[in-house]
């Protein structure tokens, strides 16, 4: 049975010495011991969950495909992701839409791939018959999704779903267009409060209830004011960048909610730290570059990451003096959990997946988007050197396709 070893296991419960031992693809054995292969000081992480990926495919598959998204995933230490139902023609709102994105994704795939449903007006009831197929849960919006395939929800009060709810919750009648093109006309036109009047509105739903790419301090917030059953995620791209170092023009950093101050960028980090937001995933929203031309007002408002998820986190983390057991809870288990997967995934157990990350947290990765796996360089994070390099990425077995336990 094969096995690998370092000083810097990242265990549930501490970092420590072991060797890690798997056979058919399945963690047998956690010891301190000799191992066929030992990486010494270099940190052996659980393989990391992405949760919230636009893969695009079918249907825009010049924008983002199966094979493109998952060689990234995988070079930037994820062995599962999640993808999101919308940005794919059809959207996967029913049953023949989510054969066709798993048509479209086999054979495809570097990575384990599972899938998020979709719910639009009038199609409230084919969430059984997806619950049925094994989607993780279903996604909603509460205003203007960006294509007209997913149009939004006038109400969520009706659904009743075993599985989780993921909002995009900004209040439209707080949202207004922007007055010109540029990034500070952009940033009012969607402004926090819009973010923390939706989520409150959330405050009455039953079950768990998930808000998706959380922005502000106040969203955050609104949040902690809110029931057990409400949670939230946020983005490296709010945790990294700051509204006043955003060039004029610069529309790869246009994203929906918007990159805003740098106050608010450490609001998220105070609740990813208290466990108000309880993971960050990287909301992957590509689209071919002709597409983030012009300016913030007409722009398509996506980031790529899913490849730099790791180490643009390690980067801020750091700097913050959260360590590597907060790392691992962020990107691995807790988005395993949300997506009803972590039977199998996001920790580093006897029984689980064998899907292993080998991270050097003192190394550097300079970005530089003609390198990046994904579809499309276009990436805000050019020329940035963030803290940590990818050794190696192991998935278990070979990729496919989860359904939710």
Request: net charge negative; aromatic share 6%; glycine share 10%.
């Amino acid at each position: 049975m094969p096995s690998i070893r370092s000083s810097l296991v990242v265990l549930s419960d501490e970092v420590r010495p072991a060797s890690v031992t798997y056979e058919d693809g399945v963690i047998v054995e956690i010891e301190d011991g000799p191992a066929d292969f030992d990486f010494r000081d270099y940190v052996i992480l659980p393989g990391l969950v992405d949760s919230h990926v636009h893969v695009n495919e079918p249907g825009r598959t010049d924008w983002e495909g199966f094979a493109t998204a998952t060689r990234a995933a995988l070079a930037g230490g994820t062995t599962t992701i999640v993808d999101m139902p919308l940005n794919s023609i059809p959207p996967t709102v029913d049953l023949p839409a989510l054969e066709a994105k798993r048509r479209a994704a086999a054979g495809q795939i570097s990575t384990d791939v599972a899938f998020w449903g979709g719910v639009i007006p009038g199609s409230e009831a084919n969430a059984p018959a997806l619950e049925e197929a094994g989607v993780c849960g279903f996604k909603v919006f509460m205003t203007d999704s960006g294509v007209p395939e997913f149009p939004p929800m006038a109400s969520l009060d009706q659904l009743r779903l075993r599985t989780p709810l993921l909002v995009h919750a900004e209040a439209d009648d707080e949202l207004s267009e922007p007055v010109d093109g540029s990034y500070p006309s952009y940033l009012e036109s969607r402004p926090p409060a819009a973010e923390a009047s939706a989520i409150r509105r959330l405050y009455s739903l039953s079950g768990r209830v998930h808000v998706l790419h959380v922005s502000s301090a106040e969203g955050v917030a609104a949040i902690a004011e809110g029931p057990d059953t409400l949670t939230g995620e946020t983005c490296p791209h709010y945790l990294t960048f700051d509204e006043r170092e955003i060039p004029e023009g610069s529309t790869e950093f246009k994203c929906a909610p918007p990159i805003r101050g740098a106050e608010h960028r450490e609001a998220l980090w105070e609740g990813l730290g208290s466990g108000v937001l309880s993971m960050i995933v990287s909301d992957h929203s590509p689209s071919p570059p002709e597409l983030k031309l012009g300016d913030f007002s007409t722009a398509w408002g996506g980031i790529t990451s899913v490849q730099l998820r790791l180490v643009a986190t390690w980067t801020g983390a750091v700097e913050r003096g959260y360590g590597l057991s907060h790392l691992a809870g962020w990107l691995a288990l807790e988005p395993a959990r949300l997506a009803g997967l972590d039977d199998r995934k996001g920790s580093i157990e006897v029984g689980n997946d064998a899907d292993l990350v080998v991270f050097d947290p003192d190394g550097e990765t300079v970005v530089r988007g003609s390198q990046l796996h994904h579809r499309h360089p276009v990436t805000p994070y050019e020329r940035m050197r963030l803290r940590g390099r990818v050794i190696d990425t192991m998935l278990g077995s070979p990729a496919r396709m989860l359904t939710r336990s």
